[in-house]
């Protein structure tokens, strides 16, 4: 009767072990699905919807009275105002706090331009923070089309940035990342001993992992030849190949580079050129996103006419849902053509001499 009771007791144990799944398998991380997110009371906005088919969402834990939480505040507004317009990023902000302080916080200089919540009862931080082991703030989760988490950190770090345009145009690959890194690693190694070959092998080894996803190998591949080994015509040539061999049909790669060329803090002087070479290559041709481009190689060429005329042209045409986006720029555009052109400093050529030479001297 005992080996029988012992015998029973063992089989229950064993099935409850059988269907109860392990902790560890509970966490929450990179390619996990987002949990539900509901928080005690919604502030400010509407909840996105996190399994959203277009763009991203940013899920943006802070407290208001931490300045670490208050910085994160600035670059999500940041975010918002630049790509939030059409709805590609959005951003939801959960407190810990009470409802009362954070409309006191919603109130003040530096508030969330973008919905927030209150999340008092802890449910949503159970839910996300406690799933990913995570206790200190700010911390952003990134979901991407679907419902899928493609990122999780600080939204201090220099990476969430770029990270973010990535994920909003379906660009941000985690696995692919995995894959892309270590020849970008050795690629980087070796153009810091100035062994440009094998450093441009590894770098072409990282983009052919999958080159939508590798922009950013791209650009430095570039850099590298234009800034470190000094051969912008080396440089330039190789850009316009990669892009005949791989983006003609990726107008979001296309723009990608035109954008590194007009307004990359590191790519001096401006290349409008080589810019109009790589639009003229893509298969895109009479979009709105086109014509924007087109406009701005006029503005860096400081054809300002031709500039509020290309994205007039860029406005008329885009989707009512991106009208307003393409309606800011154009606002941009115009603004600078009142504007009285900067004076021109002389060119060494032409600057006379501070006492002509005496002749025979």
């Not at 400010?44 to 300045?67: I, N, W, Y």
């Not at 679907?146 to 939204?155: A, V």
Request: one cysteine or more.
């Amino acid at each position: 009767m005992r080996q029988t009771l012992l015998r029973t007791c063992f089989g229950c144990l064993a099935f409850v072990l059988a269907v109860t799944p392990c902790r560890a398998d509970d966490k929450l991380m990179v390619g996990s699905s987002a949990p539900a997110l509901a928080p005690t009371t919604m502030v400010k906005g509407q909840m996105p919807d996190l399994k959203t088919s277009a763009g991203c969402v940013v899920v943006h834990f802070l407290v208001s009275s931490e300045a670490p939480s208050r910085n994160s505040v600035m670059v999500m507004n940041r975010l918002h105002k630049e790509l939030g317009a059409n709805g590609a990023v959005q951003i939801v902000g959960i407190f810990d706090e009470d409802a009362k302080d954070v409309e006191t916080f919603a109130k003040g200089s530096g508030a969330p331009e973008y919905p927030i919540a209150s999340d008092r009862d802890g449910n949503s931080r159970r839910e996300w923070l406690g799933a990913a082991e995570l206790k200190n703030l700010p911390q952003a989760f990134i979901v991407a089309r679907g419902g899928k988490i493609l990122w999780i950190g600080n939204p201090l770090e220099s990476t969430f940035d770029g990270i973010v345009r990535k994920a909003m145009s379906g660009r941000y690959d985690p696995a692919a990342r995995e894959r892309i890194d270590p020849a970008l690693k050795a690629a980087k190694q070796c153009a810091d001993v100035r062994n440009w070959g094998e450093a441009y092998k590894h770098f072409d080894e990282a983009i052919d992992v999958e080159p939508g996803v590798a922009l950013d190998v791209v650009a430095e591949r570039y850099k590298t030849t234009l800034l470190r080994e000094g051969k912008p015509e080396a440089a330039n040539a190789w850009l316009v190949q990669t892009t005949k061999k791989r983006f003609t049909s990726d107008l979001g790669a296309v723009s990608f580079l035109v954008d590194m060329l007009l307004t990359d803090p590191e790519v001096k002087p401006r290349n409008p050129e080589t810019a109009s070479q790589l639009i003229d290559l893509c298969t895109v041709k009479n979009g709105a996103g086109i014509l924007s481009l087109r406009a701005k190689v006029a503005n860096a060429g400081g054809d300002m006419r031709k500039a509020v005329d290309l994205q007039t042209d860029a406005w008329m045409a885009a989707p009512p849902e991106e009208k307003a986006i393409f309606k800011r720029q154009l606002d941009e555009y115009r603004a600078a053509a009142k504007r009285p052109p900067a004076a021109a400093a002389p060119k060494a050529s032409d600057a006379k001499p501070a006492t002509e030479p005496k002749s025979g001297s």
